[in-house]
C-alpha cells in the first residue's frame, strides 16, 4: 500500500468513527452536514485510490452498518485455501470474541450479502467479531470444497483475531442448515486436525445426514410448502460427488464414529422442518458421548432459515438462545 493510501484509509477510519459518534449523539455536525461530509470525502478517497491504483486499499476500504458495526471485506487468497470473508466488528474498544458464520442454501446458494442483516446482528449484541464465511458452492464445486473452505476460515481467523482486536482463544461456530452442517463439520475437522480451539457450536436448523432422506419428520413434512424431500434429494446430489461421499462424517456429522471431544452446543429445530429428526438425533448422540449440548425446537416452525436470517421477531427465542450460548461460552 502506497503512503497516499495509508493516508487516506487512516482518513476513512476517522470519518467512519464520526459516523458512530453522530450516530450515538456525540458527533458536533448535524445529519445532514455530517452526511455531505462523508459522501464527498468517500467519493474523492474511492477515486484517488483508484487513479493510484491501489487495489490492496480499496478492498481494506470499511464501511458502516447498523449500531455502529463497521463491515470490511476480507478477499480470498490462493495460497492458504482462504476464501472471501466479511468481518463484522463492533464498535467497542475491548478485545471481542469471534464467531465465524456460515450461510445455509444448500451448498448451492447463498453468499456474503444474504446474511448481513443477522451477522450485523450477532456483532453489535454478544459483542464479537463475525466472520461471515463465502465458502465455494455446488455443483461447479463439490464437496468436499465447502467444507474445507469453512475450516481454513477457522484457521484464518485464529491466526489473524489479535490485527482485528479479537480473542484467539474464543471462537465459536455457527450456521443455519447447509451452514449448520458445515458448522458442525468444522468441529470434527478442528479436533481431527489438531486444529483452533472451537469454544461453543451453534446449529439452526442443520443438515446432519445425508445418508437417509426418510426420518419421520421427513416422512410428516416432506411434501410441505417448506423444505421439501425432493428440494433435499436435489441439494445432496448437487453438492456431493457420488454416494459414498453420503456416509462421509465431514458431510454427515450424524454418521462419525465418534463424537466425542467436541465443543458444547446449541441445536435449533423446527418442529415441521424435514431436518428437525436429524438434528434432535446428533444433539441426543453429542450427550450421550459426554458433550454439554442445549436443544430448542421452535413449536409451529418449518425450515424458517429466510426468517433466521432476516432478524425476524417471530425467531426472537432462536436469537436469545443463540446470543446466551455465546455469552457463556465466551467468559473466561
Given at each position: 500500500?502506497?503512503?497516499?493510501?495509508?493516508?487516506?484509509?487512516?482518513?476513512?477510519?476517522?470519518?467512519?468513527?464520526?459516523?458512530?459518534?453522530?450516530?450515538?449523539?456525540?458527533?458536533?455536525?448535524?445529519?445532514?452536514?455530517?452526511?455531505?461530509?462523508?459522501?464527498?470525502?468517500?467519493?474523492?478517497?474511492?477515486?484517488?485510490?483508484?487513479?493510484?491504483?491501489?487495489?490492496?486499499?480499496?478492498?481494506s476500504?470499511?464501511s458502516?452498518?447498523?449500531?455502529?458495526?463497521?463491515?470490511?471485506?476480507?478477499?480470498?487468497?490462493?495460497?492458504?485455501?482462504?476464501?472471501?470473508?466479511r468481518?463484522?466488528?463492533?464498535?467497542?474498544?475491548t478485545?471481542?470474541p469471534?464467531?465465524?458464520?456460515?450461510?445455509?442454501?444448500?451448498?448451492?446458494?447463498?453468499?456474503?450479502?444474504?446474511?448481513?442483516?443477522l451477522?450485523?446482528?450477532?456483532?453489535?449484541?454478544?459483542?464479537?467479531?463475525?466472520?461471515?464465511?463465502?465458502?465455494?458452492?455446488?455443483?461447479?464445486?463439490?464437496?468436499?470444497a465447502a467444507?474445507?473452505?469453512?475450516?481454513?476460515?477457522?484457521?484464518?481467523?485464529?491466526?489473524?483475531?489479535?490485527?482485528?482486536?479479537?480473542?484467539?482463544?474464543?471462537?465459536?461456530?455457527?450456521?443455519?442448515s447447509?451452514?449448520?452442517?458445515?458448522?458442525?463439520?468444522?468441529?470434527?475437522?478442528?479436533?481431527?486436525?489438531?486444529?483452533?480451539?472451537?469454544a461453543?457450536?451453534?446449529?439452526?436448523?442443520p443438515?446432519?445426514?445425508?445418508?437417509?432422506?426418510?426420518?419421520?419428520?421427513?416422512?410428516?413434512?416432506g411434501?410441505?410448502?417448506?423444505?421439501?424431500?425432493?428440494?433435499?434429494?436435489?441439494?445432496?446430489?448437487?453438492?456431493?460427488?457420488?454416494?459414498a461421499?453420503?456416509?462421509?462424517?465431514?458431510?454427515?456429522?450424524?454418521?462419525?464414529?465418534?463424537?466425542?471431544?467436541?465443543?458444547?452446543?446449541?441445536?435449533?429445530?423446527?418442529?415441521?422442518?424435514?431436518?428437525r429428526?436429524?438434528?434432535?438425533?446428533?444433539?441426543?448422540?453429542?450427550?450421550?458421548?459426554?458433550?454439554?449440548?442445549s436443544?430448542?425446537?421452535?413449536?409451529?416452525?418449518?425450515?424458517?432459515?429466510?426468517?433466521?436470517?432476516?432478524?425476524?421477531?417471530r425467531?426472537?427465542?432462536?436469537?436469545?438462545?443463540?446470543?446466551?450460548?455465546?455469552?457463556?461460552?465466551?467468559?473466561?
Open positions: 500500500m502506497t503512503g497516499y493510501s495509508r493516508h487516506v484509509v487512516r482518513g476513512l477510519d476517522k470519518m467512519m468513527d464520526r459516523v458512530s459518534a453522530y450516530k450515538n449523539r456525540r458527533c458536533r455536525y448535524g445529519p445532514a452536514a455530517s452526511a455531505v461530509l462523508w459522501g464527498v470525502f468517500v467519493l474523492s478517497a474511492v477515486v484517488g485510490l483508484y487513479c493510484c491504483g491501489d487495489a490492496a486499499a480499496l478492498r476500504l470499511r458502516v452498518g447498523p449500531d455502529g458495526v463497521s463491515i470490511e471485506d476480507i478477499p480470498a487468497h490462493a495460497a492458504d485455501g482462504t476464501p472471501p470473508l468481518l463484522y466488528r463492533p464498535p467497542v474498544r478485545i471481542v469471534i464467531i465465524l458464520y456460515y450461510h445455509g442454501g444448500g451448498w448451492v446458494y447463498g453468499g456474503l450479502e444474504t446474511h448481513t442483516t451477522c450485523t446482528y450477532f456483532a453489535a449484541t454478544v459483542p464479537a467479531l463475525v466472520v461471515a464465511v463465502e465458502y465455494r458452492l455446488a455443483p461447479q464445486h463439490k464437496f468436499p467444507v474445507e473452505d469453512a475450516y481454513a476460515a477457522l484457521v484464518w481467523a485464529s491466526r489473524h483475531a489479535a490485527a482485528y482486536g479479537a480473542d484467539p482463544e474464543r471462537i465459536a461456530v455457527c450456521g443455519d447447509a451452514g449448520g452442517n458445515l458448522a458442525a463439520a468444522v468441529c470434527l475437522m478442528a479436533r481431527d486436525r489438531h486444529g483452533p480451539s472451537i461453543v457450536q451453534v446449529l439452526v436448523f443438515v446432519t445426514d445425508l445418508t437417509s432422506l426418510d426420518t419421520e419428520s421427513y416422512r410428516l413434512y411434501k410441505g410448502s417448506g423444505l421439501t424431500r425432493r428440494q433435499m434429494a436435489w441439494f445432496r446430489e448437487q453438492y456431493l460427488k457420488g454416494k461421499d453420503r456416509n462421509h462424517p465431514y458431510a454427515s456429522p450424524l454418521r462419525a464414529e465418534r463424537l466425542s471431544g467436541l465443543p458444547p452446543a446449541l441445536v435449533i429445530t423446527g418442529e415441521e422442518d424435514v431436518l429428526d436429524e438434528g434432535e438425533a446428533y444433539a441426543r448422540r453429542l450427550i450421550q458421548e459426554g458433550g454439554t449440548v436443544t430448542l425446537r421452535l413449536l409451529g416452525e418449518g425450515h424458517a432459515v429466510n426468517a433466521w436470517g432476516a432478524v425476524s421477531p425467531m426472537q427465542p432462536a436469537y436469545d438462545a443463540a446470543v446466551a450460548t455465546f455469552r457463556r461460552a465466551f467468559v473466561k
